[in-house]
């Protein structure tokens, strides 16, 4: 492409923070890179926006080939430019992230030979990541931890049919704090967006718990009453 | 700066939209700018990060040249990086937003020579902007939109005392449509966050309005109370 653009030209790239609950931990996608000077840094799924793609479809793109995920919703996050901030130079990063539902997702595996391998890891014990790769974490941790006060993030990273001990569970990790188990279930059912299912746990020795499945349609009533404050 | 990165360069940038309210009307900065080949042509305030500053300080630093505003606290909205939005190459743009509160403020003008001008329009009728700036624009209103129903950014736009008409007239700007009046009185009053002052509106020939404050340490509790919903 002609260009007569000033020389102020910067390197621009993608990662991913990909969320996901299992077995009661809130877990992020990491790679191992394959390459040099980089070789075996734990990292964000991230990689190099093309100059003819748009950022969105790079975002795809760079997800895809470094994990095998597709067809996941992620929401641009923050842009990460601060001059030092990458080794080779001046690197603009955009983060996006996403919350998924692992029931039904594949195990993650690179399709580049960019990543050697793609994996889940808890949030609660993070190894040390390239570059600023620990403060993109630690910012779209902060993001869910605001967002899930105004929106139903917890139920995108639930299965579709849940306990209220797995509900609570979610809560207090994305939140970091232990809840009142009883003021917590009183909250969740007054709200109405909680449909009890006629079914309980399957293949637990103790006491099967009552399922619920998140009824969105109820959710958006209650949100979308005017003027509302979160209150 | 050495560097060994792949050629992916891209040219960054940085547009400001700036909100404010003014005689009932939500209004933004613009520019005209001042150079070929863009000589005339209306914009909001935006211009390149340069390689050895950090996109923030870019945003403040931009900010002040083309308006002279000065220690507005902006935040990031989104990243435009289409291919096609720029007529002369690869540019990608970091769009910041606020809303200032426009009483105490001075008049904008430009410091630097890149735009002859500087001057507030209302949003409901905007003229043609730049390259995809009214996209930019939109998105930030959309922003906006979504946030007064869970955040008090109503009360940074507004005088820190006004009456519940003018209240209500924000409200309707950005929602885009009528609110019944006694309606909206009566749930602004309910949640208890706005503080009945022992004055009236000055200078109006007709019945004074009573004049309110934001309580903010009360939405702050309002707002803190666990696990809601916005509902």
Same mark, same amino acid.
């Given at each position: 492409?002609?260009?007569?653009? *000033?020389?102020?030209?910067?390197?621009? /790239? !993608? %990662?991913?923070? !990909?969320?996901?609950?299992?077995?009661?931990?809130?877990?992020?996608? @990491?790679?191992?890179?394959?390459?040099?000077? &980089? $070789?075996?840094?734990?990292? @964000? *799924?991230?990689?190099?926006?093309?100059?003819?793609?748009? !950022?969105?479809?790079?975002?795809?793109?760079? =997800?895809?080939? =470094? /994990?095998?995920?597709?067809?996941?919703?992620? +929401?641009? @996050?923050?842009?990460?430019?601060?001059?030092?901030?990458? *080794?080779?130079?001046?690197?603009? /990063?955009?983060?996006?992230?996403?919350?998924?539902?692992? #029931?039904?997702? $594949? +195990?993650?595996?690179?399709?580049? #030979?960019?990543?050697?391998?793609? &994996?889940?890891?808890?949030?609660?014990?993070?190894?040390?990541?390239?570059? %600023?790769?620990?403060?993109?974490?630690?910012?779209?941790?902060?993001?869910? $931890?605001?967002?899930?006060?105004?929106?139903?993030?917890?139920?995108?990273?639930?299965? +579709?049919?849940? #306990?209220?001990?797995?509900?609570?569970?979610?809560?207090?990790? !994305?939140?970091?704090?232990?809840?009142?188990?009883?003021?917590?279930?009183?909250?969740?059912?007054?709200?109405?967006?909680?449909?009890?299912?006629? +079914?309980?746990?399957?293949?637990?020795?103790?006491?099967?718990?009552?399922?619920?499945?998140?009824?969105?349609?109820?959710?958006?009533?209650?949100?979308?009453?005017? =003027?509302?404050?979160?209150?």
């Amino acid at each position: 492409m002609e260009t007569n653009l *000033p020389k102020f030209e910067s390197v621009f /790239t !993608i %990662d991913c923070v !990909i969320f996901a609950f299992d077995a009661g931990k809130l877990k992020i996608l @990491l790679i191992e890179r394959n390459e040099e000077p &980089f $070789k075996d840094w734990l990292a @964000l *799924p991230g990689n190099f926006v093309n100059t003819d793609e748009g !950022i969105d479809q790079a975002a795809e793109r760079i =997800l895809y080939e =470094l /994990t095998g995920l597709k067809g996941i919703y992620m +929401e641009q @996050l923050h842009i990460f430019g601060d001059v030092g901030r990458h *080794p080779q130079g001046r690197v603009i /990063t955009v983060a996006y992230y996403a919350m998924i539902r692992l #029931s039904g997702q $594949k +195990e993650p595996k690179p399709v580049s #030979s960019f990543a050697k391998k793609a &994996f889940w890891h808890a949030t609660d014990m993070l190894p040390k990541l390239a570059f %600023d790769h620990t403060k993109i974490f630690e910012k779209s941790l902060q993001k869910i $931890k605001n967002k899930i006060f105004y929106s139903p993030i917890a139920f995108e990273l639930l299965p +579709e049919k849940f #306990s209220l001990t797995q509900l609570q569970q979610l809560y207090e990790v !994305i939140l970091n704090k232990k809840l009142d188990k009883r003021n917590f279930r009183k909250k969740m059912l007054n709200y109405g967006i909680l449909k009890e299912l006629d +079914e309980k746990q399957q293949g637990v020795s103790y006491r099967a718990a009552k399922l619920y499945k998140f009824d969105r349609r109820k959710y958006n009533k209650l949100f979308q009453k005017e =003027l509302s404050f979160g209150g």
